[in-house]
């Protein structure tokens, strides 16, 4: 099978995967159930340093705390610089990661071209997946992929399990807001989406204003459902992506709205629809880390730092989101 032939028949059936909400079981890249927690590990000192302390930092130590509520961007994409290269210095989180011999990532297996079961290998692949893949590698080297367990988790999902220690990080399209520091810290952003709206391709709707009254669905746990409440919509909440597709498409909403991102992989599975309207709101995007653990997001932005200097930001964009690749979106540290 040729990849622009394979790339479609994934594209076709991913949204069967994310619908059924099948799970593979096994394998580096596959979806993992239920699992060991990531919470065993005891919380790390601050700073890749060795040096104790600060592992009860919570809200009073986040960069962004006491900032305001609202939106993603602005003053609340501030994160924890790096202590120089990605290096796993003793008593780090990093360290207790590979000494547990697993890095456990909460990941979505349903939205194309970010995080999806391929029903083809039965494989979880796209961009947040090489983010994780790239901090996997910088822990574990060479054979890296045996390392990682992924848990296939909803956007409501993503806060707890940060918080109760299921996971060691979530990479799953999550926007970084004011709000959601109180919870978890982010790392830096490493992709800039922008909420806007799919509709039927017969749709005679122009923008979100135009659905007014009428309903239009996200998923649970996304700061999308509050923009479309605030345009006068009528927001209908499901656990994914795709059971928005499904609903849209059996008629039961008018429209879908959220990251451009993620409506761009919902219409490449559906060429009967298309993407209208303006920019509703910017959503940066970072990936999300438990308040005991600074210096892992250290660490991570120290990845992502040598992500967007050596070029394989752009690879990965261009592999997943298309061409030409823009700039990544700038490091902003604040502490």
């Known amino acids: ?145 045996s390392h990682i367990e992924f848990k296939s988790i909803s956007d409501a999902q993503r806060i707890p399990d940060v918080k109760d220690g299921s996971v060691d990080i979530v990479a799953h399209t999550m926007t970084i807001s004011c709000d959601r520091w109180r919870d978890v810290d982010f790392s830096s952003v490493y992709f800039l989406a922008h909420q806007r709206v799919l509709v039927p391709k017969n749709s005679t709707a122009k923008s979100l204003h135009d659905l007014a009254g009428q309903k239009v669905c996200a998923t649970t746990g996304s700061d999308s459902l509050a923009t479309i409440a605030r345009y006068g919509a009528k927001p209908v909440s499901v656990p994914y992506w795709t059971d928005c597709l499904v609903k849209m498409q059996q008629g039961q909403v008018a429209g879908i709205s959220t990251d451009d991102s993620i409506l761009d992989g919902l219409a490449a599975q559906d060429p009967f629809t298309k993407i209208i309207g303006p920019s509703l709101e910017d959503e940066p995007y970072g990936l999300a880390i438990s308040k005991a653990h600074p210096d892992f997001v250290r660490f991570v932005n120290a990845v992502l730092a040598q992500l967007r200097s050596d070029g394989q930001w752009k690879a990965d964009y261009r592999r997943w989101v298309g061409s030409p690749a823009p700039a990544p979106p700038p490091a902003r540290y604040t502490g």
């Open 1 to 145: 099978m040729t990849g622009r032939w394979r790339r479609g028949a994934v594209a076709a059936l991913v949204v069967l995967a994310g619908a059924a909400g099948c799970a593979a079981n096994g394998g580096a890249h596959q979806a993992r159930g239920g699992m060991p927690s990531a919470s065993a590990r005891p919380a790390a000192d601050s700073g890749n340093t060795g040096n104790a302390g600060n592992a009860a930092r919570g809200s009073a130590g986040s960069p962004n705390t006491g900032q305001g509520a609202g939106g993603g961007g602005g003053s609340c994409t501030g994160s924890l610089a790096p202590s120089g290269p990605p290096t796993v210095r003793p008593g780090s989180t990093a360290a207790k990661i590979r000494a547990s011999g697993k890095l456990i990532a909460g990941v979505d297996q349903s939205t194309y071209h970010f995080g999806f079961l391929n029903p083809i290998d039965n494989k979880i692949e796209g961009f947040d997946i090489d983010m994780i893949d790239a901090i996997a590698k910088a822990i574990f080297g060479p054979g890296y992929q």
